[in-house]
């Protein structure tokens, strides 16, 4: 190993922990120390990349590092939270009710719900997709909205040569693969934003209790 080019390597590093710490909220220090790691123990194909000039290379190299560190801290942070917490396959049950705004409050309840399924539960959980809506990879959403959104097969369900075509996947099958990956990112982002809301609350489950009219302000202003 060739400290002196690590040496050279550092301020590299720390202008991508700054950048890191503004994307995925990772302090700046632990940023540091998580990519520093990174290119000591991968020091062999760091610094062959370095040595070829391939700065952009290595700066997104580590911002996948951090990407995935972050979302393994989401995980965790989600899976310790003694709330309950969104499954994929319930998120798509719910998705109709979403998008039919009128329809909120009569969303399928959780089978696993440990108390009765209100309607304030319901409109909770549709301003959870919409605080989480904004962290989705533009493909993401647009494949869930063209899910749900868009004109359906003659059968009445969806038409997935119809979604993938106009989402740029290359078959039916792709476009539902897409979905499924879309629609479990979103849970996890739900997640996310359901046990920030909940930050500070008392009790195991606490949420945020929200009138119709605190509800409505809400969705006008995300």
Do not use: C
């Not at 503004?22 to 120390?33: P, R, S, V």
């Not at 739900?190 to 009138?211: V, Y």
């Amino acid at each position: 190993m060739n400290m002196d080019e690590i040496v050279d390597l550092l301020p590299l590093i720390a202008h991508v922990s700054r950048d890191v710490h503004y994307a995925y909220g990772i302090e700046e220090e632990e940023a540091y120390g998580l990519l520093a790691l990174e290119v000591v123990e991968r020091s062999r194909d760091y610094l062959i990349l370095w040595r070829e000039g391939q700065s952009g290379l290595i700066e997104t190299r580590l911002k996948n590092v951090a990407a995935v560190h972050a979302r393994a801290d989401r995980v965790k942070r989600v899976n310790e939270s003694d709330q309950y917490f969104y499954d994929p396959e319930y998120v798509r049950l719910f998705l109709p009710f979403f998008f039919d705004r009128e329809d909120w409050d009569n969303g399928p309840a959780p089978e696993d719900a440990s108390t009765k399924w209100t309607t304030g539960e319901a409109r909770d959980t549709a301003l959870d997709i919409k605080r989480a809506w904004g962290r989705l990879k533009e493909w993401q959403a647009r494949i869930i909205e063209e899910r749900h959104l868009g004109k359906p097969s003659e059968d009445g369900g969806p038409d997935w040569d119809a979604i993938s075509e106009v989402t740029g996947r290359t078959g039916a099958q792709s476009a539902r693969t897409g979905y499924a990956r879309a629609t479990r990112e979103l849970s996890m982002e739900m997640n996310t934003a359901r046990t920030d809301r909940t930050k500070g609350h008392e009790g195991p489950g606490a949420r945020q209790a929200l009138s119709n009219a605190q509800a409505n302000a809400v969705i006008s202003n995300t």
